[in-house]
């Protein structure tokens, strides 16, 4: 193997490692504030918080659930708001 095949192949495993880096950086946060979101969802409905408003709890489903992982505290909050104002998040 040459000299410039040996810094090419050099170059580009450095390139990766790099857009790697940067992947995994970006996925650890959208997990974390996916766990976050659904974690406060079953907050809510274990603590009763909705009761306070007089509406029934938030039902857990599967739109409810990818609303808050996929938006974290945001979704959590558009959850909420919907719920108050009567707009069902069902199938």
């Not at 969802?41 to 274990?46: A, D, K, Q, S």
Request: with cysteine.
């Amino acid at each position: 193997m040459s000299l410039f095949m040996g810094l090419l192949a050099l170059v580009l495993v450095i390139a990766l490692m790099f857009v790697l880096y940067r992947v995994i950086k970006s996925a650890t946060g959208f997990i974390i504030n996916a766990v976050v979101g659904v974690i406060l969802l079953w907050l809510i409905n274990f603590l009763s918080l909705m009761s306070l408003a007089g509406r029934p709890d938030i039902p857990i489903n599967l739109i409810t659930v990818l609303i808050c992982a996929i938006g974290g505290v945001f979704g959590v909050l558009v959850t909420v708001v919907l719920h108050l104002l009567g707009i069902p998040l069902t199938l």
